[in-house]
């Protein structure tokens, strides 16, 4: 039963983080670089602190961990501020592919290489199982069904209903980003690999990863921040920051997507305490969440319509992709 409670609980946070995106449509008259900023604010420092501060016991600090530790607090902010590049990408993948198919291709690369490159790069290669890495290969087989699925679509509808669908459509621009998105991205699981042996004796597990998450997500804000700060520069955006008829309400949705896209992490950290007996899903931990996270982005690009105007063929390819995914969460466990 720990089993099934850890899975629904990373689930859960996996669609926490698929819906995201859905306040930021509601940030109004701020531009991408502006609306970017804020919500990482809350996305990748304010929440991340508070979820960090619980695995802190009573008497000590969170500085203290991290200067006892300096090494692994700054291996986790390196590849934080590299996941940040993929961050940024990631962003424009959605801009280039809508929210299904852009999270689809790059968590898909993000999930496959997370898994495989962080026992890699952390020494610990011997966890990379037959079940782990037959999970992965499954993992990429339901997201290359996707994939096929968004071919099809960009085959099949006109340019008018391209990007009636997805504003800035473009299919071959947006592989190449979501690609990269995907390959750096990858870089958050080897920090949290990395970040380890950032929890004090006797943290509950649940908790133990989320002040190396803040570690993480700290370098992906540094780098965030400088490239928005820069566009503001570059496109003369300063006064969005001036415009407080607009403070409640871009705030407000902003804050809203800070929580749920955090919201997958703190769901890892907490379904990993209850995986603790299972090391192959632990180690797998990272591409359940990756395809849990493509499942739910597919459900919301369903409900915002995305695929309106696709054919019967090309949804049934895009569900069957789905269920791929499903299947390869809790697919290891049971070949193992």
């Not at 962080?118 to 992965?136: K, M, Y």
């Not at 969440?289 to 597919?298: D, K, Q, R």
């Amino acid at each position: 039963m720990e089993i099934v409670a850890g899975l629904l609980i990373i689930a859960v946070g996996s669609f926490c983080q698929s819906s995201s995106y859905v306040p930021i449509n509601r940030v109004r008259e701020w531009s991408w670089e502006s609306f970017w900023l804020v919500q990482g604010i809350f996305a990748w420092l304010v929440f991340p602190l508070v979820g960090a501060l619980l695995a802190v016991p009573s008497g000590h600090g969170l500085m203290e961990l991290y200067t006892a530790n300096p090494g692994a607090a700054l291996k986790c902010m390196f590849f934080g501020a590299l996941w940040g590049v993929g961050g940024l990408t990631f962003g424009l993948s959605m801009r280039y592919l809508g929210v299904a198919l852009g999270q689809s291709i790059a968590l898909g690369t993000c999930a496959g290489l997370g898994t495989i490159l962080t026992p890699v790069f952390t020494g610990n290669a011997g966890s990379l199982s037959t079940a782990v890495l037959a999970g992965v290969v499954v993992t990429l087989v339901g997201i290359a069904v996707i994939g096929v699925a968004g071919a099809m679509k960009s085959a099949s509808l006109s340019e008018e209903e391209k990007k009636e669908a997805v504003k800035d459509f473009n299919f071959t621009k947006g592989i190449m980003v979501a690609l990269l998105a995907g390959f750096m991205s990858a870089c958050f699981s080897i920090g949290l690999g990395f970040g380890e042996s950032l929890a004090f004796e006797g943290t509950p597990e649940i908790f133990r990863a989320l002040p190396a998450t803040l570690m993480v997500t700290l370098g992906g804000f540094i780098t965030n921040a400088v490239y928005c700060l820069y566009q503001n520069g570059r496109n003369h955006s300063w006064g969005d920051y001036g415009r407080k008829e607009l403070y409640v309400n871009n705030i407000l949705f902003c804050c809203l997507a800070g929580l749920l896209w955090y919201s997958q992490f703190f769901g890892l950290s907490l379904g990993k305490g209850f995986l603790k007996d299972s090391a192959t899903l632990l180690t797998f931990s990272w591409c359940i969440l990756m395809a849990l996270n493509v499942v739910f982005s597919n459900v919301w690009g369903i409900i915002l319509k995305e695929w309106k105007g696709c054919s019967r063929k090309t949804v049934a390819v895009m569900v069957c992709g789905i269920v791929i995914l499903a299947i390869s969460s809790f697919l290891p466990e049971l070949i193992k």
